[in-house]
Antibody, heavy 122, light 107 residues
């Protein structure tokens, strides 16, 4: 069965960086992409960006450009999301979700990780 | 940027029909996906490409999309359907966009 298993909760200070992992199993990793979605406490879902596990192409949300980097390791079927220069309003649950292999594809997010809570606090 | 508008809350009695709307400019020309999220859990896809249902999702869940409004319909509502529901579209200028979410309360 398809599974996306994320790394554990993190507590970071303002200005630091965080790197969240998402290990995929149960499907051919390179046949899909991974999107990252975050949810601040009590708020809605916010799409952060996408990476193709097929060719490494990325597409980031404009508001996070310059602060976020998404990568994959196809040898371990793992996707990573690094967010830098953390601020208090980056406190959120971060989800990875399986999506399209290629850019500009409307394929839905059919499987999601369990979420990783990132808390930014001094 | 493209905006999706959902009502913050919808209430329905058990056994009745709930309709959750998602408004957007000419949304009928886009593919709409719907997610259900229960407290403390990750979202789950319940409707994709306007009206298709993933395996394991009850037939009570259906979707439609036309003009400026997409609608998620839940028939014969059960207590277990109480959750937040989000619509989603892909837009060429905004990439992936989510609606603000609707909290479904089963009375």
């Amino acid at each position: 069965q398809v599974q996306l298993v994320q790394s554990g909760a993190e507590v970071k200070k303002p200005g630091a960086s965080v790197k969240v992992s998402c290990k995929a199993s149960g499907y051919t990793f390179t046949s899909y992409g991974i999107s990252w979605v975050r949810q601040a406490p009590g708020q809605g879902l916010e799409w952060m960006g996408w990476i193709s596990a097929y060719n490494g192409n990325t597409n980031y949300a404009q508001k996070l450009q310059g602060r976020v980097t998404m990568t994959t390791d196809t040898s371990t079927s793992t996707a990573y999301m690094e967010l830098r220069s953390l601020r208090s309003d980056d406190t959120a649950v971060y989800y990875c979700a399986r999506g399209a292999q290629l850019l500009y594809n409307e394929r839905p997010f059919d499987y999601w990780g369990q979420g990783t809570l990132v808390t930014v606090s001094s | 940027s493209y905006v999706l508008t959902q009502p913050p809350s919808v209430s329905v009695a058990p056994g009745k029909t709930a309709r959750i709307t998602c408004g957007g400019n000419n949304i009928g020309s886009k593919s709409v996906h719907w997610y259900q999220q229960k407290p403390g859990q990750a979202p789950v896809l319940v409707i994709y490409y306007d009206s298709d249902r993933p395996s394991g999702i009850p037939e009570r869940f259906s979707g439609s999309n036309s003009g400026n409004t997409a609608t998620l319909t839940i028939s014969r509502v059960e207590a277990g359907d109480e959750a937040d529901y989000y619509c989603q579209v892909w837009d060429s200028s905004s990439d992936w966009v989510f609606g603000g979410g609707t909290k479904l309360t089963v009375l």
